[in-house]
């Protein structure tokens, strides 16, 4: 049992620094690190005699926001890898949080993070965020674990700001997407679209796109990629979910958001279910209030489904 359970973490730790260093492409990946625990009796274990001494931490990144002005992003990294996800998930769930929640709460008062914020000069706001990776080898590889545990009640002694959760279903959203993108174009020519999110002004006037994936990025079933290859500029649009007319129109607004990119020749988005053959005349409808698309010219819909597993 303690050889298998040794593998099933090996294999989550490999996993961790496939998701963000060969998808998401952070630099500063500090694996299988610990930090002192500040609050030995609230934090230590139901049946442990003695007071808990240190956390551990699976990984950690932290990077300048290209979306806030200021704001450096910093993240704490708990894997959890697993061959079968259980049947009724919100307790285990609970636990992973808690112990997540626990140490990004001393992680917060830790030496490491006063090191790090001392390393930037730019920055005068950190956002702490704790990304719980909870993924399992046997269950489906859009397997959706998210929308069982949402609901959950969170105990209000817990302490953080944020704490994502990334499942079967998103690493492989990210997998598919970003990753599929960067082998298809290269990764030299793929970047990260960067919203007007109202706060980042100064650095929306210089950088409208770049290689940083930012960090509220996880939450969103979007994720807009610019491509620029044999003097072309596309604006690519995935969107982890399956078309329909409703969120259709609702892309194509969102895409001209995006005019500040310029010089865009060609609109790509790619739902995770699409049929051209009943699909395509439906689109034509919602272009007569679009008027500078024109199917199959500048812009293109399309399906994209392997498996971030066998990576």
């Not at 496939?18 to 625990?37: D, G, R, V, Y």
């Not at 930012?214 to 994720?223: A, E, H, L, Q, R």
């Not at 024109?294 to 293109?300: F, G, P, S, T």
């Amino acid at each position: 049992m303690g050889e298998w359970s040794k593998s099933i973490g090996e294999k989550g730790e490999k996993i961790i620094k496939f998701i963000f260093e060969e998808i998401l492409e952070f630099n500063s990946l500090i694996e299988n690190s610990s930090i002192e625990c500040i609050k030995g009796e609230k934090h230590k274990e139901k049946k442990a005699k003695k007071n808990k001494t240190t956390h551990g931490l699976d990984g950690l990144v932290y990077v300048e926001s290209p979306i806030e002005d200021g704001l450096l992003d910093t993240i704490v990294i708990s894997s959890k890898y697993t061959t079968k996800y259980p049947q009724n998930p919100k307790t285990l769930f609970k636990a992973h949080l808690k112990d997540l929640a626990f140490t990004v709460e001393c992680f917060k008062n830790s030496k490491a993070n006063s090191n790090i914020n001392q390393k930037f000069s730019t920055v005068n706001k950190t956002e702490l965020t704790g990304i719980l990776v909870w993924l399992s080898n046997e269950d489906d590889i859009n397997f959706d674990i998210n929308s069982k545990v949402n609901n959950i009640a969170i105990d209000s002694s817990l302490i953080f700001d944020k704490i994502i959760l990334l499942d079967n279903s998103k690493v492989n959203f990210l997998f598919q997407s970003i990753f599929r993108a960067k082998e298809i174009y290269g990764k030299e020519n793929v970047s990260y679209v960067y919203h007007n999110s109202s706060l980042n002004y100064s650095s929306l006037q210089s950088f409208t796109y770049g290689k940083i994936f930012p960090v509220n990025y996880f939450y969103s079933d979007i994720i807009p990629i610019r491509v620029e290859q044999n003097n072309s500029v596309f604006l690519i649009l995935f969107i982890n979910d399956d078309f329909s007319l409703e969120n259709f129109s609702q892309i194509l607004s969102f895409a001209k958001t995006f005019d500040h990119l310029n010089s865009i020749e060609k609109t790509i988005i790619n739902y995770k279910n699409f049929d051209s053959l009943l699909n395509d005349s439906e689109i034509k409808d919602v272009l007569v209030n679009f008027q500078k698309y024109k199917l199959e010219e500048n812009l293109i819909v399309k399906k994209f489904p392997a498996d971030y597993r066998n990576n």
